[in-house]
């Protein structure tokens, strides 16, 4: 087997010896002449001088050059005025203007031309080997000649019989690469051990006793390999484009939460502005009031004091005038009245403080102004440097069993329990039966909604599973603890407040947070997935089977611990799973 092989090696590199330019004489003269005559035109001489593109209904004016029959119209019918019609080439002048008739004979070259003109090779083509000046777009290349030909110059590989044996493939110029570097043989073989290509020289030699396939048996092989990397890089794909997406819902996220931190900021410091301005203008009435009252006081005491005064002047006078009288009897007389008058009961001394200050207010307001920098300053400090940083967290799980690594058994609260709510089975089955459960009161338990809660908080990376019964009304949630447990307002509702997240199952699925619905284009089933990630802001809910199928997603933060909850309709059973 192995002389035969080497028999029929040697007859390929005979046939590979007889060079193309050995074939070319067979071609006939007429298709030597045709050929000769394509590559010899040259697009620049069936080029309109007006608009440098090829001729379009050609015209031969009567010097003897040629333009598109629109172009030369143009020209001309610019100097209609003047009568004087030239050639845009040579200036020859005509008068009067000429009748311009179509160059059939041109137009046919033109056809022509434009049918070559589509077959030259572009920037990515490849170009033909054999062709002259300018260069055809090959369609064939030939290992065996190790070059590339047009359509034209492909005919003697169809005609030749020698050409005949020679392997054709789609127009390459990697030909180089499919020829043996170190026999000049074509690769046509796979070496499974060393993993490469080689001809069959290489097969005898070097890669003797090798595990060795025609190169078109590995190709299926390998196209399968190809296949299955193409769908791993489409995950890959799918799932860099979800992170991006998340990522750009995160920035959207840090972006409202950044303007409504800037507004609520913004409003508590408009109040406490108003605050210490109204406090400002009290302690200004404040001041005035005292201020008021004590220059009243100080208004009747100066007033009290000028009146003395007076009298006291007044009688000064009487005792002047009195002692000048020589009337004995009138001096005794009034001396006596006089001094009487002027023995009455004096007023009371009054200090008076020339220093006049409200000191102690001023006093009063230093020290509040030093405690309240102080307590802002230790206030400030207790505000986050930043905000919850964008992560790149771990990826969510994808299969069950992946889930089931963060599993967490939990058990529900009966002192939560509405009166209606049945709780078995250790407290993981509950069931509303309408009728009164004997339960005490207890301030957790929720007096109107048919819900409970889990005992046990929920943090870090939590997976559980619920189980509904046939035709069940369910809402499986999660809530911070100081949800409201009494009265029938949407505070207590599981859903229906910022402080919970609930998915409703029943005919339909539907989301539910702080009130807003968000319908889920999926069909309700018998066993539903929870997954949270507290740190990372996710809450996940899966449809349990072979394949977990997200349900829908939530990214928020998660400022307190969670509660796993349930409300659970008349007639309802919903079990907390087991791992199994």
Not at 283 to 295: G, H, T, Y
Not at 469 to 484: A, H, M, Q, R
Request: net charge negative; hydrophobic share 30%; with cysteine.
């Amino acid at each position: 087997m192995a002389e035969k092989g080497i028999k029929r090696a040697a007859e390929d590199i005979a046939d590979c010896d007889v060079t193309v330019e050995e074939k070319r004489p067979n071609l006939s003269a007429e298709d030597r002449t045709m050929t000769e005559a394509s590559i010899s035109l040259d697009q620049d001489q069936f080029s309109c001088l007006v608009c440098l593109d090829l001729l379009k209904d050609p015209v031969t004016i009567p010097c003897g050059h040629s333009f598109c029959m629109v172009c030369i119209n143009d020209c001309w019918d610019e100097n209609d005025q003047r009568r004087i019609y030239s050639c845009p080439q040579c200036r020859e002048t005509f008068t009067p203007r000429p009748v311009l008739h179509r160059n059939n004979m041109l137009a046919e070259v033109m056809e022509k031309l434009k049918k070559t003109e589509l077959q030259a090779a572009g920037p990515e083509d490849v170009e033909c080997d054999f062709c002259t000046g300018r260069k055809l777009k090959a369609i064939k290349s030939c290992l065996m000649c190790q070059a590339s030909f047009c359509e034209t110059h492909l005919k003697p590989h169809y005609e030749v019989p020698g050409l005949k044996k020679h392997k054709l493939i789609k127009a390459s110029s990697h030909l180089q690469e499919k020829i043996c570097s170190q026999h000049g043989k074509v690769i046509k073989i796979y070496c499974r051990t060393d993993q490469n290509c080689i001809c069959y020289l290489c097969m005898l030699h070097e890669h003797k006793g090798h595990d060795t396939v025609p190169a078109g048996e590995e190709i299926s092989k390998k196209q399968s390999e190809l296949k299955e990397e193409q769908r791993q890089f489409e995950q890959r794909i799918q799932e860099k484009e979800k992170k991006v997406q998340e990522l750009k819902q995160a920035e959207d996220t840090l972006k409202c939460s950044a303007r409504a931190a800037v507004k609520d900021s913004r409003q508590t410091f408009t109040e406490l502005i108003y605050s210490i301005k109204k406090r400002c203008c009290e302690v200004r009435e404040l001041i005035r009031d005292q201020e008021k009252a004590e220059l009243s006081r100080a208004k009747g005491f100066l007033d009290k004091l000028e009146q003395e005064i007076a009298d006291l002047k007044r009688r000064d006078t009487d005792l002047e005038q009195l002692s000048h009288t020589e009337d004995h009897i009138h001096f005794l007389q009034r001396f006596q009245s006089l001094c009487v008058s002027s023995g009455s009961e004096e007023s009371p001394m009054i200090s008076v403080n020339q220093h006049l200050t409200f000191d102690g207010v001023t006093k009063s307001l230093s020290d509040l102004k030093e405690r309240l920098e102080k307590l802002c300053t230790e206030e400030f400090n207790k505000i986050p440097p930043q905000a919850a940083a964008i992560q790149i967290l771990p990826s969510e799980p994808k299969t069950r069993e992946d889930f089931l690594k963060y599993f967490f058994q939990l058990t529900l609260d009966p002192n939560t329990a509405h009166h209606s709510l049945h709780l078995s089975e250790m407290n993981r089955v509950v069931t509303n039966r309408r009728g009164v459960q004997p339960y005490s009161d207890h301030p957790e338990r929720f007096d109107h909604w048919f819900q409970v809660l889990c005992k046990d908080s929920v943090c870090g990376r939590c997976y559980w599973e619920v189980e509904l019964s046939n035709g069940s009304y369910v809402f499986i949630s999660v809530s911070y603890k100081g949800i409201s447990r009494k009265g029938e307002g949407y505070d207590c509702g599981f859903g229906c407040n910022t402080w919970s997240w609930s998915l409703e199952c029943f005919a339909t699925l539907s989301f539910w947070h702080n009130n807003i619905e968000t319908e889920i284009p999926e069909l309700p089933h018998y066993r539903i997935g929870v997954y949270v990630d507290h740190s990372a802001g996710t809450l996940s809910f899966y449809r349990v089977s072979n394949r977990m199928t997200l349900l829908h997603r939530v990214h928020t933060t998660f400022t307190q611990p969670l509660y796993a909850g349930l409300w659970v309709d008349s007639g309802s059973t919903v079990r907390l799973c087991d791992p199994n």
